[in-house]
């Protein structure tokens, strides 16, 4: 069956510091793959998307991820945070193909330290 | 509107009745997803549109629930004699045309089935 894993629910880091959210996907083939900010009171924003090419992608708020296909991975990165990061993030996929609904992993929350 | 307006944003039903959750989308959109958002998971499909026709409602429970979008535009989502594990959060997005094209979120109707 298709599943997305993020393995850690809760991360604390710095303000300042770098971060690394990781995302691991099981499916028959490549996906096309997301990552989706959720903030308190505000609903689903997406952040970025990978569907081919280049593996690093770069989207808004300074966010990056890289699509490594050996590892089933799609880890999402930012250099260095700020508070206002302070959120839910979720990594999502899609079949490329029929409806490109998308399957959600559980989540991991973010905690930023002054 | 500018995004995908949902309502009501709050809904508190007594278990056994009947409700109706509304979704907007972005004008011009013709895809349409519905998603549920259990306490600490990430969301999970339940039915997808595109125009006025239901192209996947695998994700949907059983059959009290029901959803409809019979001008291709609002889509409401119906649930019958409700049960407490129907709480959740529902959320609904919408996309140009379901193909490579970013998905929008609404904040979603939070439902509390007592």
């Known amino acids: 069956a298709q599943s997305v894993t993020q393995p850690d629910i809760h991360i604390t880091v710095s303000e300042g510091a770098s971060l690394e959210l990781r995302c691991n996907y099981s499916y028959g083939a490549t996906p096309y793959l997301f990552w989706y900010v959720q903030s308190p009171g505000q609903g689903l924003q997406l952040l970025l998307k990978?569907?081919?090419?280049?593996?690093l992608v770069q989207g808004i708020k300074g966010f990056e991820a890289e699509f490594k296909r050996s590892q089933s991975s799609f880890n999402l990165r930012k250099p260095s945070v700020h508070w206002s990061d302070a959120a839910e993030y979720f990594c999502?996929?899609?079949?490329?193909?029929?409806?490109?609904?998308?399957?959600f992993g559980q989540g991991t929350r973010l905690t930023i330290n002054p | 509107g500018a995004g995908v307006s949902q309502t009501p944003s709050n809904k508190v039903t007594e278990k056994g009745k009947y409700v109706e959750l509304r979704c907007d989308p972005i004008?011009?959109?013709?895809?349409l997803y519905w998603y549920r958002q259990s306490l600490g998971q990430g969301p999970e499909f339940l039915i997808y549109?595109?125009?006025?026709?239901?192209?996947?409602d695998s994700g949907l429970p059983n059959d009290r629930f029901f959803a409809v979008r019979p001008e291709g535009s609002v889509s409401t989502l119906k649930i019958q004699r409700t049960e407490r594990g129907d709480s959740a959060v529902y959320l609904c997005?919408?996309?140009?045309?379901?193909?490579?094209?970013?998905?929008?979120f609404g904040q979603g109707t939070r439902l509390t089935v007592v």
């Open positions: 997005a919408s996309s140009l045309s379901g193909t490579r094209t970013e998905a929008f």
């Open positions: 999502a996929v899609a079949l490329p193909q029929g409806a490109q609904k998308l399957v």
């Open positions: 549109f595109q125009g006025t026709g239901a192209a996947d």
């Open positions: 004008s011009g959109h013709t895809a």
């Open positions: 990978y569907f081919s090419g280049d593996t």
